[in-house]
Structure formats: structure tokens, C-alpha cells
């Protein structure tokens, strides 16, 4: 029932708006003088998204937002207010049903208090191998348990913190969990395809 609440939210309404689901995202976003602000987006839609801000910029900038499960965003500032601003999403119709979707997985995720996205099928990769890299540049080798579209297990000797960002292979992610053996991981942005999630994981 509430994947079908959430998915309905997204839809249309009579006048041809989007209507925006609440959601948690953070992310950084760059003004047009090039100068880039952390943010937190707590509404989005397909077509628009309400961000908490330090800098709120001007009506009708163009902006460009890098945020978490999502990626790249752009569009411009429709109004601005104490502490932020809403932003329209300039995207083709294929970017915006792909958008609908992660957004339901997102606002789903955060009603049924999931670390992840459960729906999505878990399967062993063919090649196990990979290596974790921190942001200080420190490199692990390690041995993926298994993947989805949304995250890893991952067997591993160190424990980083929850919500340490850490690139797996060539994907970005963060850690969510920690096991006796390992660590799972949540992805930056859900994936369309498991074969293209096994080609990222591997080391070059």
C-alpha cells in the first residue's frame, strides 16, 4: 500500500503539476557566479524541489545540484525564502519517469524505515574482488557478498563510520551497516542494470 501512495503522489494532478513527495537528500549545488553551497532538498518531484540553503541566490538563476541517490540536477530558482529556495528541474520525459521512480523508492525507503532498498533483487556478482577507497585516500582490498540495484555487502577487515562516503570499484557510495565479517553499502544513485553495477564494482 505505501509503494502505491507514494508512486500516486508523484503523478500528475489535474493541472498538469507534479506533485512533490517529502524526502531527506543531501547534496551540494553550484549558483551561476560558480560558488557552491552544501544542501539538504526536504520536497521533490519530477519536476521541481524545495532545497534548505545558506545561500538562497536570486529568482530565475540558473542552478546545478549534485545530490546523493540522485546525481546531476539543474534548472532554475522559481522563489526563494528564509533559508533556501524552490528550484524547477529542467530534464527530458525519459530523466523525469526515472526520476519519479527513484524519488518513490526514496520516499518509501524513509516511510517504512529502510537502511535500503529491500525490493530490489540481491544476487551474487561474478567477480567478488574489488577494493574500497576513503576519501583520505586510503585503499582496502575487499570481497563483495552480494549486490543490487541500490547497494552492496561487502566483506571487508576495517569498519569505517556510518554515512562514511566511500567509492566501491568506480561507484560512489556510503556505509549504512556494519556485520561481524563486513560492511553494506548504499549506492549514490539507484542503477538500471545489474551488469552495468558488476562492470563499476570491478577493479581495473
Known sequence: MTNVMAAA????????RFQRVRVSILGRY???????????????????????????????????GYLDH????EGTI??????GFRMDLVASSRKREKLAAQLTWLANRDLLNLPEDRRHERVVPDIRHSSILLEDGRRYNCK???ISLSGAAVEIDVRPALGTPITLGRMRARVIRHFSD?????????QEMLTVVQQNLRIN
Do not use: Y
Open 182 to 190: 563486513g560492511i553494506a553499502v548504499e549506492f549514490a544513485s539507484v
Open 70 to 73: 540522485l546525481g546531476r540536477v
Open 9 to 16: 503522489a508523484l503523478r500528475d494532478d489535474n493541472e498538469g
Open 30 to 64: 553550484m549558483l551561476a557566479d560558480r560558488r557552491e553551497f552544501p544542501c539538504q532538498v526536504i520536497e521533490m518531484s519530477p519536476g521541481d524541489a524545495v532545497v534548505i540553503a545558506p545561500v538562497s541566490g536570486r529568482v530565475g538563476e540558473k542552478v546545478i
Open 144 to 146: 563483495i557478498t552480494d
Open 78 to 83: 522559481l522563489e526563494t525564502f528564509d533559508g
